[in-house]
């Protein structure tokens, strides 16, 4: 395993699809807003086998998900101290961290729902599409936070669309969600797509209400659970439902070393 030669804390945010598109946007976005303490790397999958630009169907996401997991371990064995899955459905979340030794893995429903049930009592998440729903909706269930969530509403808009006009998404989230304080009683929205990063502030303005940028919230949750790692050693669990696949048997796999998941890498220092 690799050691570090600062002494910076290490977080990486993958883009769990395998065109870079986003790398660059998101990642100045996340450099703006980081501590000095903090290394980030952006990086996204390698698989020119799988080149689709989203991941709004199980079918993109069953193709990418092994992917997704060979990155985590790659994390785990360069001795990154944090890894952001970045996406909002929490693609493979418990595997990476089944297969995490020192790699503190953070999606961004998770990181966000538990943000928003410490600034309200009832939240809506803004998706883009009817087709995410259901699955979005399984997620926040199984974090525990059923009784938090007032609804979910679509703005009809796709993944890889939500940044082409950025003014026609800002209408159609500030639509959509001041239907849901007004007729589903929120007290808080979360835009329920990493790819809507950048948006949230004049959402959040003309609403009145906390809304919350997953990007931001994954992100920031794994800078400060990094930090938490560095000074009280802190590291994921290994034990009972979090065991790992022993390390004989993935030896005798061949999977104790696994061939790169990883495309492209940005590095913000």
Known sequence: MQVHTNNKNRVRWLNPINLPHYDEPMGQALASIKQPSTELQVISLGNPDAPMDNLEYR?????VTGDIVR???DSDEQDVDALVIGCFYDLALEDCREICHNTIVVAPCQASVQLAANLANR???IVGQDKWIEQMTQRVHSYGYRDY???????NISANALQCDPEHTVSRIIEQG???????KAEALILGCTCNFGLYEKVQEILGVPVIDPLIAAFKQAENLAAMKSSLGLKPSNLWSSEPP????LS????DRPSSAIGNCITFN
């Open 59 to 63: 079918f993109y996401e069953a193709l």
């Open 71 to 73: 990155a985590a371990k």
């Open 123 to 125: 939240f809506s998440v």
């Open 149 to 155: 969530l007032a609804s979910m509403r679509a703005i």
């Open 178 to 184: 001041r239907l849901a304080i007004e007729e589903d």
């Open 246 to 249: 022993p390390t004989s048997e």
């Open 252 to 255: 005798r796999f061949g999977l």
